[in-house]
């Protein structure tokens, strides 16, 4: 049997977030993250975006392209909480719910009428939280995150098993999940541009060039992609801590432990192919106070130097020790799929 999976994609997520809560912001060039130069765009509004600004753009750019966009900080609270509303009005449609992001997540709903649940969906989101979604129903999860980029905001678009050859024959390869820049490179040298051409090439070449990731596209390319819709995972943090048998007060000692626990953070991610944005510290002092402090990257990563650098940037600028420290602990949290061109991810 057909498996019917649903994608929802919370439309310019953080930035109708605030237009919602803030109506003089209606209607206008909303342009959420690089308040200061050297920062980066999280989210643009659909104004915002008619003057070229994207997500993961240069706030410098931004600020050429649009010097009278309004630019706000990003308040993860409050997008937490609301994504958490999201994924509540989710569990009434599918026990299987696989959130990929703050604003996105697949449902498997094999078994009920997709296409109902979907309209269902988007209804509850308009209405309990004034917030439009586009989905897409398909038969796998590759087909529906491309059917719900399709048609953007508040679309809802189906793609069909029977179609999706077709479909996919005139696209280009960096629609195939997975296909960032660099690797469509490598397609565009043996002649491949458009998921058709992917189509015709012959499968074991692909393999012998690419390995996994070549039998990957070229499944991809007739639609086919048998991942299951994964419940469990993407919406926890990965951690280590430690309860030291005596209060520290030793930098050094500190800086060593969380290089221990970088490597084994990185080890776990790379075991299970995540890679992370945010990485968080926390310190538990002598009179049991805690304190945690969080560095989001604009880059996902997994790489062990990459966590601890950041790690220990935390650990040695962001708190104020004020006693003896009884735990420290490193956990890495905003997991994402690395198949996802980084652009993708940062698509909210
Ligand atoms: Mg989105």
């Known amino acids: 049997m057909?498996?019917?999976?649903?994608?929802?994609?919370?439309?310019?997520?953080y930035a109708a977030v605030e237009q919602r809560d803030d109506p003089s912001l209606v209607g206008k060039p909303i342009i959420i993250g690089g308040l200061s130069d050297r920062g980066v765009?999280?989210?643009?509004?659909?104004e915002a975006r008619k003057y070229g600004i994207h997500s993961a753009m240069s706030a410098r750019v931004a600020k050429r392209l649009c010097p009278n966009g309004i630019y706000l900080p990003t308040n993860m609270e409050k997008y937490k909480r609301v994504s958490k509303e999201v994924h509540s009005i989710l569990q009434r449609y599918s026990n299987t719910i696989e959130p990929v992001s703050i604003d996105e997540a697949f449902l498997d709903t094999t078994g009920s009428d997709p296409i109902s649940i979907a309209n269902r969906i988007k209804e509850d989101i308009r209405r309990e939280l004034r917030l439009t979604a586009s989905v897409g129903v398909s038969i796998n999860k590759f087909l529906a995150k491309l059917a719900s980029d399709m048609e953007k905001p508040d679309g809802l678009t189906i793609i069909r098993g029977e179609e999706a050859v077709?479909?996919?024959?005139?696209?280009?390869?960096?629609?195939?999940?997975?296909?960032?820049?660099?690797?469509?490179?490598?397609?565009?040298?043996?002649?491949?541009y458009y998921i058709g051409d992917i189509q015709e090439y012959d499968r074991e070449v692909l393999i012998s060039i690419f390995g996994k990731r070549g039998k990957e596209i070229y499944d991809f390319s007739y639609g086919i992609d048998h991942r299951p819709v994964e419940d469990h995972i993407l919406n926890q943090s990965i951690g280590e801590e430690e309860t030291f048998r005596e209060?520290?007060?030793d930098m050094d000692f500190l800086i060593d432990r969380l290089?221990?626990?970088?490597?084994?953070?990185?080890?776990?991610?790379?075991?299970?192919?995540?890679?992370?944005?945010?990485?968080?510290?926390?310190?538990?002092?002598?009179?049991?106070?805690?304190?945690?402090?969080s560095l989001t990257l604009t880059m996902a990563t997994n790489s062990y130097e990459d966590i601890f650098k950041t790690?220990?940037?935390?650990l040695t600028t962001r708190f104020e020790f004020h006693d003896k420290i009884r735990l420290l602990g490193l956990t890495v949290s905003n997991l994402i799929y690395p198949e996802d061109p980084i652009q993708l991810s940062l698509d909210i």
């Open 311 to 314: 790690g220990k940037h935390i």
């Open 247 to 249: 209060d520290i007060g």
């Open 166 to 192: 077709e479909l996919l024959k005139p696209l280009p390869v960096t629609k195939l999940w997975g296909v960032g820049p660099r690797m469509e490179r490598e397609l565009n040298k043996l002649g491949i």
């Open 41 to 46: 765009v999280c989210t643009a509004s659909y």
């Open 2 to 13: 057909d498996r019917s999976i649903i994608h929802v994609d919370m439309d310019a997520f």
């Open 259 to 293: 290089e221990n626990y970088a490597f084994n953070l990185s080890n776990k991610l790379k075991s299970k192919a995540y890679l992370i944005k945010t990485i968080t510290v926390k310190v538990k002092y002598k009179d049991f106070s805690v304190e945690t402090r």
